[in-house]
């Protein structure tokens, strides 16, 4: 009796599950108390659905049939080859694509800016009608160009 | 691959073994035909990779128990989320084991404390008299891990029938 309760505790709290199976099987399933604790295959049975309640009574078929004809053309479908024309145009695309990237990458150098002193003349600047010096500021990647200028009354700048 | 009418028949054959694990582990008639019916369609789309060497009967087992799981797994999370939407409201809802709508065997309130593993190892061990190595073989899992199932399984549904007898 305290065996058997032992060995129940130890089920209990053992979460290894070959130490359980070891305990079903070396006295779980041996002992005649440990055995009168579970249920008896004739008592589960007679409590279970079991074949013959529904022997008569289920056909599926008209179910399954049906199911099993609109699969076909799916099934079809899904193992359709991919054509040899379709696997080699997808095969040119992406090699022109990857091309297209590593030459819009690589190869194709940024377009060279324009400084402002190659694009615009200025042949004189002068403040309070005297001459003044002359500063162009290009920001990068636009067309702005922005003049500075400043007193100088000594010098008068002109640019070609 | 066989014709049609060869699987009708094989199907014939099956449909109330499948029936009666499928209702054992949902408790639910319109989702057990639904099981089955996928389950005989797979076996039907895949009846080329059958092994020959292989119990035919393992294999339908081994499918609708996985089916029954899955369906399960829905069920949860469909209970979860309907407990949301209702604020906790369906608390007392079970995992989806509602009364079979025949005759009632065995009262959900039992299934309900076994696993679903459990439930399956408890069929095929009373309806099908299977050993520990054959229901390992449906559950996919070591002969050990079967007969603590079944042993599991067996020791639930003697204390629920003796609580049972208790009230009365």
Request: one cysteine or more; a neutral charge.
């Amino acid at each position: 009796m305290r065996w058997c309760n032992g060995v129940d505790f130890l089920f209990r709290i053992l979460p290894v599950t070959f130490l359980r199976d070891y305990l079903i099987r070396f006295h779980l399933n041996r002992c005649e108390r440990c055995w009168a604790a579970l249920v008896s295959s004739d008592e589960a049975r007679s409590l279970l659905y079991s074949e013959e309640d529904f022997k008569e009574e289920i056909d599926l078929w008209p179910r399954v049939g049906r199911e099993l004809k609109a699969s076909v053309p799916r099934k079809r479908a899904a193992r359709m080859p991919l054509s040899r024309g379709g696997l080699l145009a997808g095969t040119a695309v992406f090699l022109l694509v990857c091309l297209l990237l590593v030459w819009n990458v690589l190869v194709q150098e940024p377009p060279e800016l324009q400084t402002a002193e190659e694009g615009f003349r200025i042949r004189s600047i002068q403040i309070d009608n005297e001459p003044a010096q002359a500063f162009l500021y290009q920001p990068a990647d636009t067309d702005m160009v922005f003049v500075w200028a400043e007193k100088n009354k000594h010098e008068e700048i002109y640019y070609e | 691959m066989g014709s049609e009418e060869d699987f009708r028949r094989l199907m014939h054959k099956y449909t109330g073994k499948a029936m009666a694990m499928a209702l054992n582990l949902l408790g639910n008639k319109e989702d057990a035909e639904d099981v089955c019916q996928d389950t005989f369609v797979r076996i039907y789309n895949h009846l080329e990779s059958f092994d020959f060497n292989r119990n035919f009967k393992d294999w339908m087992y081994a499918i609708l128990h996985n089916r029954c799981m899955d369906l399960l797994r829905k069920r949860v999370r469909f209970s979860k989320y309907a407990v949301y939407q209702s604020g906790g409201m369906n608390e007392n809802r079970d995992e989806g084991l509602t009364t079979p709508p025949k005759a009632k065997k065995l009262p959900s309130e039992f299934l309900k404390r076994l696993s679903p593993k459990e439930r399956t190892a408890l069929v095929l061990w009373a309806n099908e008299s299977y050993s520990s190595e054959e229901i390992a073989e449906v559950l996919r899992c070591s002969a050990s891990t079967a007969r603590v199932f079944l042993y599991k399984a067996r020791k639930k549904i003697k204390n629920c029938l003796e609580e049972d007898n208790a009230l009365v």
